[in-house]
């Protein structure tokens, strides 16, 4: 008997709830994710705790879900969190800088990688210099 691609178990506490996913976060399954983060915030739910420890995988449906969840949450004065996200969703959090939906971590700066995966690095932004102006017509002309 197969599994299914996703399970949700969610484990409320006041106005506080912990999901736990399991399984893939694609295209197929993201409105599962959706429908379980909209039903927190119509249930009162205010702190949302997405534990993704037993997820496989992720693509950026997935974090789009998670994006749109934080801003709704935030609007309506709430945190949503991601514990535990696989490698491939920190390597697309730090890529759209997005890692504010991870607790604890530094503004520009990710946990180390799991494994033998290269670090990430925030970079710094070099300073602003003056570029003098180029000819972009044929004859030379500014």
């Not at 599962?32 to 995988?57: K, M, W, Y």
């Not at 693509?59 to 879900?65: F, K, P, R, T």
């Not at 934080?70 to 920190?90: D, I, Q, W």
Request: proline share 14%; net charge positive; aromatic share 2%.
């Amino acid at each position: 008997m197969p599994l299914p691609p996703l399970t949700i178990h969610r484990h409320d506490r006041r106005n506080r709830a912990l999901i736990t996913l399991a399984g893939e976060i694609d295209l197929e399954t993201v409105p599962l994710v959706r429908a379980s983060l909209e039903r927190c915030l119509r249930d009162g739910i205010r702190t949302i705790d997405v534990d993704l420890a037993p997820v496989t995988f992720c693509d950026c449906s997935g974090l789009n879900a998670f994006l749109h969840a934080s801003h709704r949450m935030t609007a309506a004065g709430g945190t949503l969190r991601l514990h535990h996200p696989p490698p491939t969703l920190v390597l697309m959090l730090d890529v759209a800088g997005c890692d504010f939906l991870l607790p604890g971590v530094p503004f520009g700066r990710l946990p180390p990688p799991p494994g033998n995966a290269p670090a990430a690095r925030a970079t710094a932004v070099p300073p602003h210099r003056p570029v003098p102006p180029a000819s972009a017509l044929a004859g030379g002309a500014v």
